[in-house]
């Protein structure tokens, strides 16, 4: 069974400040992977995703993440927080080619909280 | 740009009763999934649809839930007989090809 790790739970970064959420999966075969941001009250909303290729993947916001094989990650990165990032952030895993009706993983997300 | 739509956005119900929820997917998506989260918890996967039919279902997803596609644009979930436990944030999302998918805003339902 697939399995997505966040192991931060809070993160706190100073305004300015870069980021790194960190994010391992556990899957069988190449998986999709996505990272999603949960403002209070809202929706998710993507921001990026990998599902083959170049593994350095941008998204918007001025978030980019790495997959990396060997380590089972795909982490996200900032290099400059804004206050408006403070937010709740999910990584999630999908199966690959073929899974089109297969639910999404998701961990247990990490809570950003900015600094002035 | 085109966006998946949820109505309400907050329902209020009584133990027992019976709730739908709606969902208004993007026009020209062809998957349909219905995701819950539990307050402080993670994003549960429910249910898939394709084709008229579910795909995928969770161990969650029991004779006490049930979808439909009542018509070209909506998406429903129905909860037969509400339980206190169901209460949570209830997203819908949905995929032109079933890789990206798309979330909606939430319904938050509560049960009293």
């Known amino acids: 069974a697939q399995s997505v790790t966040q192991p931060d739970i809070h993160i706190t970064v100073s305004e300015g400040a870069s980021l790194e959420l960190r994010c391992n999966y556990s899957?069988?075969?190449?998986?999709?992977l996505f990272w999603y941001v949960q403002s209070p009250g809202q929706g998710l909303q993507l921001l990026l995703k990998?599902?083959?290729?170049?593994?350095l993947v941008q998204g918007i916001k001025g978030f980019e993440a790495e997959f990396k094989r060997s380590q089972s990650s795909f982490n996200l990165r900032k290099p400059s927080v804004h206050w408006s990032d403070a937010a709740e952030y999910f990584c999630?895993?999908?199966?690959?080619?073929?899974?089109?009706?297969?639910?999404?993983?998701f961990g247990k997300g990490t809570h950003l909280i900015i600094q002035p | 740009e085109p966006e998946v739509t949820q109505t309400p956005s907050h329902q209020v119900t009584q133990m027992g009763q019976e709730v739908i929820l709606r969902c208004v997917p993007i026009?020209?998506?062809?998957?349909f999934y219905w995701y819950r989260q539990i307050l402080g918890q993670k994003v549960e996967f429910l249910v898939s649809?394709?084709?008229?039919?579910?795909?995928?279902k969770s161990e969650i997803f029991d004779d006490q839930f049930s979808v439909e596609r009542p018509d070209g644009s909506n998406f429903t979930l129905k909860i037969r007989s509400t339980k206190l436990e169901d209460s949570a944030m209830y997203f819908c999302?949905?995929?032109?090809?079933?890789?990206?998918?798309?979330f909606g805003p939430g319904t938050r339902l509560t049960v009293l």
């Open positions: 026009s020209n998506h062809l998957y």
């Open positions: 899957y069988g075969a190449t998986p999709y």
């Open positions: 999302a949905s995929s032109e090809a079933g890789d990206t998918q798309y």
């Open positions: 990998y599902f083959s290729g170049d593994t």
């Open positions: 649809f394709y084709n008229n039919e579910i795909s995928e």
């Open positions: 999630a895993v999908g199966a690959g080619t073929g899974g089109g009706a297969d639910g999404l993983t």
